[in-house]
């Protein structure tokens, strides 16, 4: 007796023959790639390989030149996918004329999220200290970290977050990462981008980009495998050397 196949699990990100461009470069030319669900993936690659227009386009404001996006099997940027998808940008999305725990209320009402959603997102980030302080009062690592418990709120299923370590201590940039995972193992999707190699070791699974293209699709050890490399970095480079 034949029994009924598996199905096949829902990507958290499909992009099929992607291309984009800001202004007239064409910065995307026909990228695909996919993004398992419930993983933390690493994007990894240099300033201007493409990462930031990849990540906007995911959550649905880049205007795009050709393919297709599905997050969830919905097309990006569909409003089913408003509160499925959270995002942090590289410059932080908050207001500084509110303390911390306003900018929360304020977008936990915009979001339509609970309210003890604030509580939440302020312990998960480690924000408590700083909870009534003025946005525009905290260092630029703290006002980042306002940016993703806002991005945090509603529980979303797929973050998205571009160079979220960015500016940060290495105590914080490990507290964050320690964040991430944890959030992984409740089963939320995690995007992170990165021009920093040695934080590609800590991501389940990497895509490396340059100049609009995806050099590898791994997880860390199957890279270095691969290159026979002992770290990322060198297996970067690695992958760029057979190319040239």
Same mark, same amino acid.
């Given at each position: ?16 023959? +992607? #291309? ?7 910065? !995307?030319?026909?990228?695909? $790639?996919?993004? *398992?669900?419930? =993983? &933390? ?96 009062? +905290? #260092? ?7 940016? !993703?418990?806002?991005?945090? $709120?509603?529980? *979303?299923?797929? =973050? &998205? ?84």
């Amino acid at each position: 007796m034949e029994h009924p196949a598996e199905p096949v699990p829902v990507p958290a990100v499909a992009v099929s023959d +992607l #291309s984009a461009r800001r202004g007239a470069q064409r910065v !995307l030319d026909g990228l695909s $790639l996919t993004i *398992p669900a419930g =993983l &933390v993936v690493g994007l990894i690659g240099p300033s201007g390989s493409g990462k930031t227009t990849l990540m906007r386009a995911i959550v649905g404001v880049q205007v795009v030149h050709g393919g297709s996006v599905r997050v969830f099997g919905e097309p990006a940027g569909s409003a089913s996918l408003r509160h499925r998808v959270g995002y942090v940008t590289q410059d932080a999305s908050v207001y500084d004329d509110l303390t911390v725990r306003q900018n929360l209320d304020y977008f936990r009402a915009v979001l339509g999220a609970g309210r003890a959603d604030v509580s939440r997102v302020i312990e998960e980030t480690d924000l408590g200290p700083a909870s009534g302080q003025l946005v525009g009062t +905290l #260092s630029g690592g703290q006002r980042s970290r306002v940016s !993703l418990a806002v991005a945090l $709120l509603g529980s *979303p299923e797929l =973050l &998205v977050l571009d160079e979220p370590t960015v500016g940060l201590d290495p105590v914080l940039r490990r507290d964050l990462w320690a964040l991430f995972h944890r959030l992984s193992a409740a089963g939320t999707s995690l995007l992170v981008s990165s021009h920093v190699m040695d934080e590609a070791a800590r991501c389940d699974r990497l895509l490396l980009m340059r100049a609009g293209e995806v050099l590898a699709d791994d997880t860390p050890a199957g890279l270095l495998a691969a290159t026979g490399s002992t770290d990322i970095e060198a297996a970067f480079l690695s992958l760029i050397e057979e190319r040239s």
